[in-house]
């Protein structure tokens, strides 16, 4: 299936929220101040120890709660209506449903909502891979983490966005992969907005 660069971009980003969502639940419950301070200080959040971290993410009224990432998640999987299949469209619109009723299982549907979208066609998967291993780099920069694993993902996937003629993120991403850290991650991060059509 060909997709609009719009679509490809919606894919992109459903993964990269999805991703960073479940990041964050990892760390759920917080009730190690130093270790909320790290997560505090690498993802920039407006918070200050553990109990207000929780409060911040548990929050619907805040930008960066995990009900706003979630709604904005759903936002995508609406824009992408007409691309997914009618099967996975419907078992989705279920799910973020059931989890927007349901706030406290937001954490536990993210699991199953990528399983329905890494079913669908090699594009879909391939645009959602990318947003999700994107993300995952960018949490793993920030967290002074363990890349490699990462890095081989994302080696795969340049590899199959080089037959769609994006040779210039293949390029930044051998950039990138001779110096990766923030800086350079930025300036890969720079060239996908671009790719994407998106002018930053």
Not at 53 to 61: F, I, M, R, S
Request: proline fraction near 2%; include cysteine.
């Amino acid at each position: 299936m060909l997709l609009l660069i719009s679509n490809a971009y919606n894919i992109y980003w459903l993964g990269r929220y999805l991703t960073r969502i479940n990041f964050l639940c990892q760390y759920l419950p917080l009730q190690d101040d130093e270790h909320a301070k790290q997560l505090i200080g690498a993802l920039y959040l407006p918070a200050y120890d553990a109990a207000s971290l929780t409060e911040l993410l548990l929050d619907p009224e805040q930008v960066y709660s995990f009900s706003q990432q979630f709604n904005v998640a759903y936002d995508n999987v609406q824009a992408l209506r007409g691309v997914l299949s009618r099967q996975s469209y419907a078992e989705l619109n279920a799910m973020f449903k059931y989890a927007k009723d349901n706030a406290g299982s937001i954490c536990q549907t993210i699991s199953d909502i990528e399983a329905v979208l890494e079913s669908e066609s090699q594009n879909i998967f391939l645009y959602f891979s990318l947003g999700k291993y994107i993300e995952k780099l960018d949490q793993e920069l920030r967290m002074q983490q363990e890349s490699r694993d990462t890095m081989e993902k994302l080696d795969i996937l340049a590899n199959a966005l080089s037959e769609f003629d994006w040779h210039e993120y293949v390029h930044a991403w051998h950039d990138f992969k001779l110096q990766p850290d923030l800086g350079t991650y930025h300036a890969l991060n720079t060239r996908l907005q671009e790719m994407f059509g998106v002018v930053t």
